[in-house]
């Protein structure tokens, strides 16, 4: 969902411009700010809004009493809205909890945490208020959040009591990290990579740990899958970010080239891609999938006659490789 409409309440003017700056950088330009409660709750009643910050620490009315006004009215049960305040103790998650939060921001704000919020908002629009394991769930990212990390280690160890979860056992490999007990979190992430084979960021996680354990070679294979996944669901910020990160443990790592030249590619850089590709060659220059590839690239630039001899060396070293024998036979017809 591409919310249309954010309201930001907070009588901090330095606070709610830094939040309001940080949305409209995700790309959201509707945005609408307001310094007191009991004027956001006015706005919401004469215009629609799919989402609401609100500070928790305000005169008047705080943004928990907001929340419980809010939540009242059957028109608001499901929208999204978040608290923000600079720490949360267990007593303010299980309050805001109880009153229907949809989740919690720790500031000063970060790029990344709203990031998250703003995309979760589809499914918490459709699911209503949070249930009592994404309470718990909130619960534990704030402690995280705030350092706590001990008190954060029970809430999520009672949560697996209940039954497993990928992001619970994500949170404590990443609590295991940062205490030092590399082991541990690298188990924590592989159980979460078991129950959700997609999920990027743990792959990424381990990668770091095993890195941190000065073991390269499997920190290059995690971290290789979270950016494949980063490719294939179109973030490809995030993969560049991480296939960089490879080549600075293993600079002559093929995959990584290759990836990269794709990733140049989809983006309309042929140029970049062009020398990704020539780097991985230098590295395997016998891999026939790297020939085909620069013949797509070729064939982008119009250049047939190169795309032709690449696509013709691919198939040399690969006679049964489909995918060149149907784009050379193409620029042979004509079709290209």
Partial sequence: MNAKAFLLVDDNPVAIEELSNTIRYLGHKEVHKTSTASEAWAMLKVK?????????????????????????????????????????????????????????VVT???VDTIKDKVRSIAKMAAAGPPCEEQVSLDEGTSLVEEGQYEEALQVFQKMLKEGESAE???????????????????????????LDRLFAKAYEAMGRAYRELGQPGKAEECLHQAAQIYLSSEKDEDAEEILNEILELQPETVNVYNSL?????????????LKQYEKALKI???APHIYYNIGRVHVDMKNTAKAEQYFRQALK???DFKEAREAFDAIELGQV
Avoid at 77 to 99: C, H, M, Q, Y
Avoid at 177 to 188: C, K, L, N, R, V
Wanted: contains cysteine; proline residues 6%; aromatic residues 16%.
């Fill in 168 to 194: 619970v056992y994500y949170n404590i490999g990443y609590i295991k990290t940062a205490q030092g007990f590399y082991p541990e979190g690298i188990e924590a992430f592989r159980k979460a990579t078991q």
């Fill in 317 to 319: 070293l690969a006679p």
């Fill in 108 to 110: 000063p704000y970060n």
């Fill in 261 to 273: 030249g794709v990733l140049y590619r989809r983006r309309g850089d042929f140029g970049a891609a």
């Fill in 284 to 286: 395997h220059p016998e």
């Fill in 48 to 104: 629609k809004f799919d989402c609401l910050f609100s500070a928790w620490d305000m005169p008047e009315m705080s943004g928990l009493a907001l929340l419980k006004v809010v939540r009242n009215d059957d028109r608001f049960v499901n929208l999204p809205f978040f608290l923000a305040d600079a720490s949360f103790t267990k007593a303010k998650v299980i309050e805001a909890g109880r009153a229907g939060v949809s989740g919690l």
